[in-house]
């Protein structure tokens, strides 16, 4: 599967932007999703998740109740819902697809990543 993250940019915090991965072939819907992003100098870390089947979904505790992951298997996209952004939010985010345990997918497919800042 090939993905490619759109829909970052300059947001003021308190604000709002939604991210999209639009994933290209027919097993979209097979594959657990997952949104990370990357801050200079820091490593990548999780952010998001959403089950392939039951949509069941999971949070870094940084982002929980501001962000929210969905997707919609109809149109092969992912999508997450940045509310109240912070400017410590701000980094390159990153669409991945993933199968495993959903405590520890494995992401093996990952978009290009996308640039969100957010301004204070």
């Known amino acids: 599967v090939q993905l490619q993250a759109s829909g970052g940019g300059l947001v003021q915090a308190g604000g709002s932007l939604r991210l999209s991965c639009a994933a290209s072939?027919?097993?979209?819907?097979?594959?657990?999703m997952g949104w990370f992003r990357q801050a200079p100098g820091k490593e990548r870390e999780f952010v998001a998740a959403?089950?392939?089947?039951?949509?069941?979904?999971r949070y870094a505790n940084s982002v929980k109740g501001r962000f929210t992951i969905s997707r919609d298997n109809a149109k092969n996209t992912l999508y997450l819902q940045m509310n109240s952004p912070k400017p410590e939010d701000t980094a390159v985010y990153y669409c991945?697809?993933?199968?495993?345990?959903?405590?520890?997918?494995?992401?093996?497919?990952w978009g290009q990543g996308t640039q969100v800042t957010v301004s204070s």
């Open positions: 959403v089950g392939s089947i039951t949509s069941r979904t």
């Open positions: 072939g027919r097993t979209f819907s097979t594959y657990d």
């Open positions: 991945a697809a993933g199968r495993g345990s959903w405590n520890n997918l494995q992401y093996g497919y």
